[in-house]
């Protein structure tokens, strides 16, 4: 089964400061990624996702991901972080022929960004 | 596009009592699925459906815990009795593509508190 890893818990910045917040994943095929932002007392939303083509994606709110798939990572950055960006952030990993069942999210990482 | 629809948003119930969580999807999207977000676990799946049939419900943590898709437009999950340990926020998402490949819609959740 796959697995997918957020390293960072807890990110805090100042505003305009660049956000770069990691997603390592665990699975040898081809998978669809996703990013995730919870903004607090709301429900998930779509940052962005990417199936093929380009791996520079670019999401929502200047946020961009970049899939390496030697790395096995899909890293999430934003060039300048504002203080409406505080939120938790899910990464999501799911093999290509995979059921929903293997639709694995990280643990999720919180970021504060102090204005 | 009014987005998933989740009742109610808080709901706040002693040990033993029925709990029914009710979700109606966006309208179009084929697959329903029900998560359980807590701070040790993060997120789970509970169970989904595609085309209103339970396709998965080995996420559903014990026979307490039972879902239905009676048509296309409205789901519920069911705690019977509820526990403390039930305690958490639950989120209904759907989503268009069967191929399981198309990105999820969050509603804004409930969050349940047994006391």
């Known amino acids: 089964a796959q697995s997918v890893s957020q390293h960072n818990h807890h990110v805090i910045l100042s505003e305009a400061a660049s956000l770069e917040l990691g997603c390592n994943y665990s699975?040898?095929?081809?998978?669809?990624l996703f990013w995730y932002v919870q903004y607090p007392g709301q429900h998930l939303q779509l940052l962005l996702k990417?199936?093929?083509?380009?791996?520079l994606v670019k999401g929502i709110k200047g946020f961009e991901a970049e899939f390496i798939k030697s790395k096995f990572s899909f890293n999430l950055r934003k060039p300048s972080v504002q203080w409406s960006d505080t939120a938790e952030y899910f990464c999501?990993?799911?093999?290509?022929?995979?059921?929903?069942?293997?639709?694995?999210f990280g643990s999720g990482t919180q970021l504060t960004v102090l204005p | 596009d009014a987005g998933v629809i989740q009742s109610p948003r808080h709901e706040v119930t002693e040990m033993g009592q029925e709990v029914t969580l009710r979700c109606k999807p966006i309208s179009g999207h084929n697959s329903l699925f029900w998560y359980r977000q807590t701070m040790m676990r993060g997120l789970e799946l509970l169970i989904y459906f595609n085309n209103n049939v339970p396709i998965d419900d080995s996420g559903m943590p014990e026979d307490r815990f039972s879902a239905k898709m009676p048509n296309a437009s409205f789901s519920t999950l069911k705690i019977q009795p509820s526990e403390p340990r039930d305690s958490a926020v639950y989120f209904c998402?759907?989503?268009?593509?069967?191929?399981?490949?198309?990105?999820?819609?969050f509603g804004n959740g409930t969050r349940l508190t047994v006391t």
């Open positions: 999501a990993v799911k093999p290509l022929s995979g059921s929903a069942r293997q639709l694995t």
């Open positions: 990417y199936f093929s083509g380009d791996p």
């Open positions: 699975y040898g095929g081809t998978v669809n």
């Open positions: 998402a759907s989503s268009m593509d069967s191929g399981w490949n198309s990105p999820l819609h």
